[in-house]
C-alpha cells in the first residue's frame, strides 16, 4: 500500500485524490521513498473552496468538467505547490529493512521539517532539452535561497499537531490514516495555510502594531517582493526608546526615507545560508552577516534564548513566502541615525502642510538641514495643520491665478515670506523692530524683504501674526509658530487704500496719474499724509483739491514729491538726509534729537517738521507699511515741493471767495493774488499813499509819494456769503470806497515771523494787532485778533467752533477765522472770515471836533490877553509927567 493507495481507499479523501490526479501529483508520491503526507478531507477541501469560492481549489476540481481546461495551466502549478507544502519527505531507508523511522512529534519544543514546497519556483515551459531531473519531482529553487519552506508538528495532552508556532501555540489536529509502504499518512480536517509574505505577517503581528500603522505601504510591499531575506523587526515598545518628535515624525506619514533606513537596519538577506531560521542553529553556534543598510548582523544561539546584536529575540521563525520574521524589543538602529531636521521636527509637530508649502516652492533647502555644516541659520514661523484648517481658507499649495505661465511664482513668494535670517530669540526682538526674510523682491531691486516684529504686554507678533507658545530650536533653524500665515506685502498702492485714513491721498494719487508711476517704480518710500494732513493744509489743501486744472497740475507735484526715490526704513534713518523724490525735488528726513522722533521737511523750508512718531492718546501714524515695492509712512503734514507755488489768488480760489477776488481785481490788486511785486507807476498804484516808515506814529499826515515795497501780504478773505447783505454794483461804484475796502483786508508782513508748517501766515496771539493798507492812509486801519473759546491745542490746528480767532476793526463786530493756508516763497497767505471788514468811517466829532475845540480856545486865549492888557491900561490912568521938587526952584 503507498500513499496514493491510502488516500485513494478512503472514502473521506475522494476530493483529495482528485485534486492530486489535476496537479499531476499521482507519480510524484510515488517516487516518494519515505514522505509524512499531511491529506486534508473533504471537509478540510470544502471549507477551503466555501472561504475563496474563486480559488484554485474549485477551478482544478469543477472547471475542467465545464470544459474551461482544467484551469489556468495543465499542471495546475499554484494548487501543485499548495498541496506540496503538505508533504514531509523523512531520511531514505531500505524497504526491506524494518520497521520503519515514524515522524516524531516532540512534547516540549515543536520539531521543524522541510517540506516539498519551494515558494517561487517558476513554472517550467517545454522545452526541447530533457529536464535536469525526473519530471514529477520539485527542483530547488525559489525565494529562498534554494531551499524548501519548513512546517512544524507537536505533540501536546496527547494530540498531534501540525503547522504549530514556534513556541508550538496553535496548528491542526492529525488523525493517523494506515501506514503506506513509502510514508504515513495523516488526515487534517483543515487545509494548511501556506506562509503568507514578510509583508504580510508585519502588517498583522500583534506586537508589530506600531510598525505596521506607521509603515509606507510601498515599504510594506517591498517586504513581500524581496527573496532570501531574514527580517528582525522592532516591536512597538523598541519605539519607546525615541523622543516624542522622533515618534512624531515616523507617525507623520511622509517618513519614507527613515522607514526606510529602520527597516534596511532590521533585514538581512542571504544571512547564512541564505534565510536564517534560528531552530536550524545549533547551541552556540554564531552566523554572522550585513543588514540591507551595510550594517553588522550577528545572530547567536545560546541554549534556548537566540540574540542578534546582543539584543534576545522575541518572537522568532514566523515563516514567510519570502523569508522568516523575528521580532526584537530593542532598534537595530543607532537613534543617532535618524537626525531630526527641521523639516521632520516641523512634520512631527503637525505642520506638513506648511512642509508641503516649502515643497512645492522649492524651499526644502531652508529647512531639511543643508545649512547647517556652513553656519546658516535661519528662523521659521510655521503653522500647524489644524490652525490652518481654522484660520487659512486659501490652501498654502494654490497657485496665484493672476499669474499664468509662472508656476508656482506666488506660492514660493508667500513661503520664503516665513523664512527669516538668523535665529531670532525672542528676548533680543524689540517693539517695531524690522527683520529680514527670505523673499526677494523684485520690486525692491531684489533685496530682501522686512518683516515687523510686535512686543507688547509680554506677547509677540510677526506681522500681523501671534506667536503661539514658545519656539523649538533644532539644529540651524529656531521654529515659532504662528496664528496664521502671512501674506507678502502688497504694493503701496493697495497698501495705502487699506487704510480708511489716507483715502483723500490716495484719491490724489488716482486722480494725477501718479499711481501708475508708483505701480512701475522699484525701491521707493512713500509718505503717506493723514487725511487729517490734509485738513491741516487747510486752503492750500483745497486749493490742491479743488479739481481744475492748474489745481490738478499742482496737486501732481505735490503728489509726487510724497514718492522717495530710495527705500528708507526707520531703522536706516539717522541725522538729517535729503532724499530725491520722483517729482524731481528733495525732502529731508531724518530723527529729530536724541527720541524716536522722525521728520520730514521739504530742505530750505524752515518749517516745522512732519512728525511719523506713534504717539499715545492721539491717532497712531503708521511707520514702515511694508509693500513689495518699498516702505509707506504715514505723516501729518503735507509736503509742498518747492516747484509748487501757492499764491494768494490760488487758495482764494480753493476757497470759492469769487466775490472778493472779482472786488480786488476792480481795485487793481490782481497783483497781490498773482503773488508779484507792486506796480512801480505812482499813477497807477491801487492805494493813494504809500506806506511810512513803520516805526511812525499813526497819523493823516502825508509825507509824499514813495515807491512802495515788495512784501508778503496776508489777505483777510470774506467768503462769497459774508457779501450778502452788500450792494455790490454800488460798492464797485466808488472807487475810494471799492479801494479802502480791499486795503483793510491786506496785511503786508515786513518782518515774516518764523512759520509753523501747516500754520496761520501771521502770528495769532489774543490782542495781537497788525497794520493794514489801509493804515497808510488812515489812523483806524488796523486790525486786532482775540482768542475765541478755549486756546487750540496747536500753532497749526485749523480754527473750530471750540476754539479759533476773531479778527475785528474799529468799526464793526468782529469777524472769525473760518481757514487759513501758507503762500509759497517768503511767507504770506490768507485768512479765511465770515464777515467783511468794514474800513472805520470818521464821525463828524471825529473828523471836525478838534479844529471846533482849537479855534474856540484860541479865541477865548485871545480875548483873555486883550481883555488883561485893557484892563492895565485903564487902571493906571492918565500920564503926569515932570513935577517940581519941593523947594526946588526952576
Aim: aromatic share 6%; hydrophobic share 35%.
Amino acid at each position: 500500500m503507498t500513499l496514493i493507495d491510502i488516500v485513494s481507499q478512503s472514502p473521506n479523501h475522494q476530493l483529495l485524490m482528485r485534486l492530486l490526479q489535476r496537479t499531476k501529483l499521482v507519480p510524484t508520491m510515488n517516487m516518494l521513498n519515505n514522505s509524512v503526507f499531511f491529506a486534508p478531507d473533504d471537509n478540510a477541501i470544502t471549507k477551503q473552496i466555501e472561504g475563496t469560492p474563486s480559488s484554485l481549489w474549485n477551478e482544478a476540481l469543477w472547471a475542467a468538467d465545464e470544459g474551461s481546461g482544467g484551469g489556468r495551466d495543465n499542471i495546475q502549478y499554484e494548487l501543485r505547490q499548495h498541496l506540496l507544502y503538505h508533504l514531509v519527505p523523512l531520511p531514505n531507508f531500505n524497504a526491506t529493512e524494518r520497521p520503519r523511522p515514524p515522524l516524531t512529534f516532540p512534547s516540549v519544543r515543536p520539531e521543524s521539517h522541510s517540506t516539498l514546497y519551494y515558494p517561487g519556483k517558476p513554472i517550467q515551459g517545454p522545452s526541447p532539452a530533457p529536464p535536469p531531473g525526473s519530471p514529477w519531482m520539485p527542483l530547488p529553487g525559489g525565494v529562498l535561497a534554494k531551499m524548501p519552506q519548513r512546517l512544524r508538528v507537536i505533540e501536546k495532552d496527547g494530540v498531534k499537531l501540525a503547522a504549530v508556532d514556534w513556541k508550538g501555540e496553535g496548528g491542526i489536529p492529525l488523525t493517523s490514516l494506515p501506514e503506506a509502504i513509502n510514508g504515513e499518512v495523516w488526515s487534517v480536517d483543515t487545509v494548511i495555510p501556506l506562509p503568507p509574505t514578510l509583508g504580510a505577517i508585519a502588517s498583522s503581528h500583534p506586537s508589530l502594531d506600531y510598525f505596521s500603522s506607521n509603515v509606507p505601504q510601498s515599504l510594506i510591499q517591498s517586504l513581500s517582493d524581496t527573496e532570501n531575506t531574514t527580517l528582525f523587526l522592532p516591536t512597538s515598545s523598541a519605539f519607546s526608546a525615541l523622543t516624542e518628535l522622533e515618534r512624531g515624525w515616523l507617525q507623520s506619514g511622509v517618513a519614507e526615507d527613515d522607514w526606510a533606513l529602520i527597516v534596511d537596519a532590521h533585514r538581512a538577506q542571504n544571512l547564512g545560508k541564505g534565510v536564517m531560521w534560528v531552530d536550524r542553529l545549533k547551541d552556540g553556534e554564531t552566523v554572522s552577516g550585513k543588514g540591507a543598510d551595510g550594517s553588522d548582523i550577528t545572530v547567536t544561539r545560546e541554549g534556548d534564548a537566540v540574540k542578534v546584536n546582543e539584543i534576545l529575540l522575541e518572537d522568532r521563525d514566523n515563516y514567510a513566502y519570502n523569508g522568516v520574521l523575528h521580532t526584537v524589543p530593542t532598534l537595530l538602529l543607532p537613534t543617532e541615525r535618524l537626525v531630526l531636521t527641521p523639516e521632520k521636527t516641523l512634520v512631527a509637530l503637525n505642520a506638513t502642510a506648511f512642509v508641503r508649502m516649502l515643497h512645492n516652492a522649492n524651499l526644502t533647502h531652508y529647512i531639511n538641514g543643508s545649512g547647517a555644516s556652513d553656519g546658516q541659520n535661519y528662523t521659521i514661523l510655521a503653522m500647524r495643520d489644524d490652525d490652518l484648517a481654522r484660520h487659512d481658507s486659501d490652501p498654502p499649495e494654490d497657485d496665484d491665478p493672476d499669474t499664468p505661465g509662472n508656476h508656482n511664482r506666488t506660492l514660493a513668494k508667500r513661503a520664503a515670506y516665513h523664512v527669516l535670517s538668523g535665529k531670532l530669540y525672542s528676548d533680543t526682538l524689540k517693539d517695531g523692530m524690522l527683520v529680514q526674510t527670505e523673499l526677494r523682491e523684485e520690486g525692491l531691486g531684489y533685496n530682501k524683504q522686512m518683516l515687523k516684529v510686535g512686543v507688547a504686554n509680554g506677547g509677540l507678533t510677526w506681522g500681523d501674526a501671534r506667536a503661539l507658545g514658545t519656539p523649538l530650536d533644532t539644529s540651524n533653524v529656531l521654529i515659532y509658530f504662528i496664528s496664521h500665515l502671512l501674506e507678502p506685502p502688497p504694493s503701496s498702492l493697495s497698501l495705502a487704500i487699506s487704510r480708511p485714513h489716507l483715502s483723500t491721498f490716495t484719491t490724489s494719487l488716482y486722480s494725477t496719474k501718479s499711481d501708475t508711476i508708483l505701480a512701475r517704480t522699484a525701491s521707493t518710500t512713500l509718505l503717506a499724509p493723514l487725511n487729517a494732513a490734509w485738513e491741516h493744509a487747510g486752503l492750500v489743501g483745497d486749493w490742491l483739491l479743488s479739481g481744475t486744472k492748474a489745481a490738478r497740475d499742482d496737486l501732481m507735484k505735490v503728489v509726487r514729491g510724497h514718492i522717495l526715490a530710495d527705500v528708507l526704513y526707520t531703522t536706516d534713518i539717522k541725522s538729517e538726509k535729503p532724499h530725491q523724490t520722483v517729482e524731481g525735488g528733495m525732502v529731508g528726513v531724518g530723527r529729530i534729537g536724541t527720541g524716536d522722533k522722525i521728520g520730514v521737511r521739504v530742505p530750505d523750508s524752515n518749517g516745522e517738521e512732519g512728525r511719523m512718531e506713534l504717539r499715545e492718546g492721539e491717532q497712531d501714524i503708521g511707520r514702515d507699511g511694508l509693500s513689495r515695492t518699498g516702505v509707506v509712512h504715514e505723516i501729518d503734514v503735507v509736503l509742498m515741493p518747492r516747484s509748487v507755488d501757492v499764491t494768494l489768488g490760488k487758495m482764494a480760489k480753493g476757497a470759492r471767495a469769487e466775490v472778493m477776488i472779482r472786488l480786488m481785481v476792480k481795485a487793481g490788486f490782481e497783483w497781490v493774488l498773482d503773488g508779484k511785486a507792486p506796480p512801480l507807476d505812482n499813477s497807477s498804484m491801487p492805494f493813494p499813499f504809500p506806506l511810512p516808515p513803520w516805526d511812525a506814529d499813526d497819523d493823516d499826515e502825508d509825507d509824499g509819494p514813495l515807491v512802495p515795497p515788495d512784501v508778503p501780504y496776508t489777505l483777510l478773505l470774506p467768503t462769497d456769503s459774508a457779501f450778502s447783505s452788500y450792494n455790490l454794483s454800488v460798492l464797485q461804484s466808488s472807487r475810494r470806497t471799492l479801494t479802502r475796502l480791499v486795503q483793510q483786508h491786506l496785511i503786508p508782513i515786513i518782518s515774516p515771523p518764523p512759520p509753523v508748517l501747516g500754520g496761520p501766515p501771521i502770528v495769532l496771539t489774543d490782542d495781537a494787532q497788525y497794520r493794514t493798507l489801509l493804515s497808510s492812509s488812515f489812523k483806524f486801519g488796523s486790525v486786532t485778533f482775540e482768542a475765541s473759546g478755549k486756546t487750540p491745542s496747536s500753532r497749526r490746528q485749523q480754527p473750530t467752533e471750540q476754539s479759533g480767532w476773531l479778527v475785528r476793526t474799529r468799526s464793526n463786530k468782529p469777524a472769525r477765522v473760518l481757514r487759513w493756508g501758507r503762500a509759497s516763497g517768503t511767507g504770506g497767505g490768507v485768512l479765511l472770515i465770515d464777515r467783511v471788514l468794514d474800513p472805520y468811517e470818521l464821525t463828524w466829532w471825529e473828523r471836525m471836533g478838534p479844529q471846533v475845540v482849537f479855534g474856540v480856545v484860541a479865541g477865548i486865549l485871545i480875548l483873555v490877553f486883550w481883555g488883561s492888557v485893557t484892563y492895565w491900561w485903564r487902571r493906571s490912568g492918565k500920564s503926569t509927567g515932570y513935577e517940581v521938587l519941593e523947594g526946588e526952584e526952576d
